[in-house]
């Protein structure tokens, strides 16, 4: 019953052989916008308002912000279009810093790109809700919690299901965001447009008066501190841009044009939008008010009021451009869900992260990261008692050190082809610039807002830093360890002697499941025969081509990994012949051990009546709950499973030495 309540849920389980499914996974250049340029797109929500509310009575310098946002916006773009040009693969930020400038940078920035997207799920839910309730009774404030993890869950569920699925459910509403505050920015500016010389004026005579010394204005030096605090502190408009070049891998082929088609459309849309909505808060002089957004202070004062006979034309645009900007800023939470699975899918394979962060579920999503970064994003609106003020700086902090990193990384990599790209001065300005930009916001909103939150991201990261090189060192120290089991293999003979014996179905046969071909697999064939001496007449090498986040690109590398499984396996029964063993080899593709293995071992049991299945575990002296973390119990697991499916199943230990975990 359970089963069956997944699969209502969920779906049905993908075949990874199936040609068509990359097309079923991956996205076009339209919903990779929908899916990734949300999050861009949607941080005109709250960081055009977190800038003008900084600029206070100086609300004349608005024009300047607008274009310095624009500017920003096509600035960084452009950069990351060059970097999707360089790594088509994607993993963006981590990818990059850790080719470029070496592991320990590599690991800092993947760090902070997993708490920033713990925090894009918490900020885009937690700005969506703001949005919803501008329009609702006040009274209604406290249910805002109970809504924001309501929204969570739904997220999970459909990112559970699959990527795709999740994005063109989504879809409609992304539309109607664009329209409605296409609308709002185009209709302010032209209802206002009598307004316009007044307001110019005003700004002139601002920039007059603000320029003048202390105590009668702010001075150059004022303003221009003035300018770049707000302009840091709105540095949460800029935030969604790296989704694109990080979620590059479910894109639809060729990716790299997809991914620049979709890293333009954001663009565009985010500075048009956020910049507009910049100049259309000076127009109508706005000012914050308790319980509302500044965009529903906006969008009130551009159509309350507005109706046609008895119908409220005015109110009900209002409602439906909230609505859609809540219900974007919950997609917006989708890059969340996409990206940062991902990047933690890139460490685990790098060893950085528990290895089960790369395993795909049988629907192609990354499950663990998925739940995790849910969990996480509950706890942080917890925490913050979803104040958007608050997450934003959290937010920003990490997400311009990500980006400070990847245009350094960028820098040096221009610097080292100098020679061989004439070039070089052209391209490596525009990351230089960005490096400035990206730069001077993080130090800026880190000296700014330490005390009000800046500290807990930092803090965070760097405890996720420390982390990764804990469960890093643990790795290589049980690899170290389980090397020299490695030892054995240059002792063992590796060709044929003659004919081998041949299988005889009836007689007792030893079926072990292996991996890669190392010591480890070695030890347990030498194992079975000293334990067990005359049982065993034939001998079965069974294997499960694991595909993960790292091999799940197109059905080629899908073969890459076939071939590979087989080749390995073929070394097995080669040795095995070797040793005048009867022996051959059966595997299968997928991307769960455990259920794919106990298929296989149940078709294997059918060839051979008379089977015991053998499975290696890695036992630990002092074997603790980080143990069972870090190393899964894929070989207990199928041991269970094959019992209870009337299968002789048995695990052979494999101590590692104390001093290596």
């Known amino acids: ?84 040009e360089h790594f088509p693969f994607g993993g963006g930020g981590y990818v990059v810093a850790t080719r470029l ?18 925090l894009t799920i918490a900020i885009s839910i937690a700005a969506g809700v703001d949005a919803v309730f501008s329009f609702l009774p006040p009274a209604w404030q406290g249910w805002k919690l109970a809504v924001a993890a309501a929204a969570i869950g739904v997220l999970t569920l459909l990112n559970l299901r699959g990527v795709k699925e999740s994005v063109a459910i989504l879809a409609p509403v992304f539309l109607t965001f664009v329209v409605t505050h296409a609308i709002l920015i185009l209709g302010t500016m032209a209802s ?126 209002v409602l439906v451009t909230l609505a859609s900007e809540a219900c974007l800023l919950f997609v917006a939470a989708q890059a969340g869900f996409i990206d940062g699975p991902r990047v933690m899918a890139n460490m685990s394979t790098d060893s950085w992260l528990p290895h089960r962060f790369a395993q795909l579920s049988d629907r192609l999503t990354m499950q663990n990261g998925v739940l995790l970064m849910s969990g996480a994003a509950l706890l942080a609106l917890w925490y ?15 997400v311009f050190l990500t980006f400070s990193l990847t245009e350094l990384s960028m820098c040096r990599f221009w610097v080292r082809r100098r020679k061989q790209q004439r070039d070089w001065r052209k391209q490596i300005a525009v990351h230089l610039a960005g490096l400035v930009l990206c730069t001077t916001i993080l130090i800026v909103t880190v000296y700014e807002k330490f005390a009000e939150g800046g500290w807990l991201t930092l803090v965070l990261t760097a405890g996720l830093i420390g982390l990764c090189f804990a469960i890093r060192r643990h790795y290589r120290s049980v690899q170290a360890n389980l090397q020299r089991l490695d030892a054995i293999l240059p002792a063992l003979p590796t060709h044929e002697l003659g004919t081998a014996p ?28 000293r334990l067990f001496p005359n049982v065993f007449e034939n001998f079965v090498f069974a ?98 499973r094959l019992q209870f499916a009337g299968l002789n199943a048995m695990v052979l230990p494999v101590r590692v030495l104390r001093a290596a975990a």
Request: charged share 15%.
């Open 101 to 118: 400038l070496g592991r320990t940078a590599g690991v800092v920035s993947g760090s902070a790109l997993i708490v920033d997207y713990v």
């Open 502 to 529: 041949s299988l005889d179905p009836k007689a007792r046969t030893a079926v072990l499941l292996v991996g890669s071909y190392e010591g480890l697999g070695a030890h347990c064939l030498l194992s079975i025969q």
């Open 192 to 317: 206002r447009s009598h307004e316009i010389p007044s307001v110019l004026r005003e700004i002139h005579v601002g920039f007059a008066q603000g320029l003048r010394p202390p105590p009668l204005g702010l001075g150059l030096a004022g303003m221009l501190a003035l300018f770049m605090r707000a302009y840091s502190l709105g540095g949460g408009t800029y935030t969604g841009i790296e989704a694109v070049s990080n979620g590059l891998s479910i894109m639809r082929e060729p990716k790299v044009q997809t991914g620049k088609r979709t890293m333009l459309l954001m663009a565009v849309s985010l500075a048009l939008t956020a910049s507009g909505i910049m100049l259309a808060y000076l127009l109508v002089h706005a000012t914050p008010e308790a319980g509302r957004t500044m965009n529903a202070v906006l969008a009130n004062q551009f159509a309350g009021d507005f109706r046609v006979g008895s119908w409220a034309v005015g109110a009900q645009f």
């Open 1 to 84: 019953m359970l089963s069956g309540f997944k699969r209502v849920l969920l779906g049905r389980p993908r075949d990874v052989l199936d040609p068509g499914v990359f097309h079923k996974v991956s996205l076009a250049a339209f919903l990779a916008w929908v899916g990734l340029g949300a999050d861009g797109l949607s941080s005109s929500a709250y960081g055009p308002e977190e800038a003008f509310k900084a600029l206070g009575p100086h609300g004349y310098l608005a024009v300047a912000m607008a274009g310095a946002i624009a500017l920003t916006v096509f600035i960084i773009s452009y950069a990351y279009s060059r970097i999707i």
């Open 543 to 640: 294997s499960v081509g694991v595909i993960d986040s790292a091999t799940f690109k197109n059905v080629e590398e899908v073969e890459e990994v076939r071939a590979q499984t087989q080749a390995v396996l073929a070394r097995y029964v080669a040795t095995a012949r070797a040793l005048r063993l009867a022996a051959e080899w059966r595997m299968t593709v997928g991307t769960e051990v455990v259920a794919e293995g106990v298929e296989l071992c149940k078709r294997i049991a059918q060839a051979f009546p008379h089977s015991v299945f053998f499975l290696g575990r890695l036992v630990f002296e002092e074997e603790t709950w980080v143990h069972r973390i870090l190393h899964n119990e894929t070989a207990y697991q199928m041991q269970r």
């Open 384 to 398: 913050t008692r979803g104040a958007v003020d608050r997450l934003v700086v959290m937010y920003s902090i990490n």
